[in-house]
T-cell receptor, first 114, second 113 residues
Framework: ETGVTQTPRHLVMGMTNKKSLKCEQH?????MYWYKQSAKKPLELMFV???????ENNSVPSRFSPECPNSSHLFLHLHTLQPEDSALYLC?????????????FGPGTRLTVT | TQLLEQSPQFLSIQEGENLTVYCNSS?????LQWYRQEPGEGPVLLVT?????EVKKLKRLTFQFGDARKDSSLHITAAQPGDTGLYLC?????????????FGQGTELSVKP
């Protein structure tokens, strides 16, 4: 595997379910990000992790819970979601302190909450 | 709060036409990136510009960073159906900490054969 991978690619869940999204980066980066992309809206930054430490929580509801066990893996745990949480969830990584802050994105998880 | 405004938001053109997408801000950015996103996929980095006035070419795509590093443009020559997608600009603020990028709202381009 190369680059940034995300699983699953598609997820349908009910409002009472608990599920997790997984992201893995194979680029040796030390920063990872979760974004939400809804139709007709700009990318919304949700969480930032630098060297496994959360450095940004962009006022995200507690029904979204991130986990970063190491610099290569990032999870987003989901529980009691609402229909308006349906969106494309994108993971990205970058290497702090080098280049111009370029971020490399995974293919995303298309989430539908029913 | 730093913002990036992209225009136009939607663009539908015929194959072979030229087009320009703009990304503007009142803030200065230390660098600016352009991404292209196809439906159901993540954004893919096209280019990064870091120097005021810089021009970079990627085949039929020409990217320019404004002299004051507050704006950028993407020009596509002789557009092809394969250029269809969402084009996003993203800026790395001058005093940015933690690697956050500020994204524009995107330009949806449709190139018809």
């Amino acid at each position: 595997e190369t680059g940034v991978t995300q699983t699953p690619r598609h997820l349908v869940m009910g409002m009472t379910n608990k599920k997790s999204l997984k992201c893995e980066q194979h680029l040796g980066h030390n920063a990872m990000y979760w974004y939400k992309q809804s139709a007709k809206k700009p990318l919304e930054l949700m969480f930032v992790y630098n060297f496994k430490e959360q450095t940004e929580n962009n006022s995200v509801p507690s029904r979204f819970s991130p986990e970063c066990p190491n610099s290569s893996h990032l999870f987003l745990h989901l529980h009691t979601l609402q229909p308006e949480d349906s969106a494309l969830y994108l993971c990205a990584s970058s290497q702090p302190g080098t280049g111009a802050g370029e971020q490399y994105f995974g293919p995303g998880t298309r989430l539908t909450v029913t | 709060t730093q913002l990036l405004e992209q225009s136009p938001q939607f663009l539908s053109i015929q194959e072979g036409e030229n087009l320009t997408v703009y990304c503007n801000s009142s803030s200065v950015f230390s660098s600016l990136q352009w991404y292209r996103q196809e439906p159901g996929e993540g954004p893919v980095l096209l280019v990064t510009v870091v120097t005021g006035g810089e021009v970079k070419k990627l085949k039929r795509l020409t990217f320019q960073f404004g002299d004051a590093r507050k704006d950028s443009s993407l020009h596509i020559t002789a557009a092809q159906p394969g250029d269809t997608g969402l084009y996003l600009c993203a800026g790395d603020g001058e005093n940015n900490q933690g690697g956050k990028l500020i994204f524009g709202q995107g330009t949806e381009l449709s190139v018809k054969p």
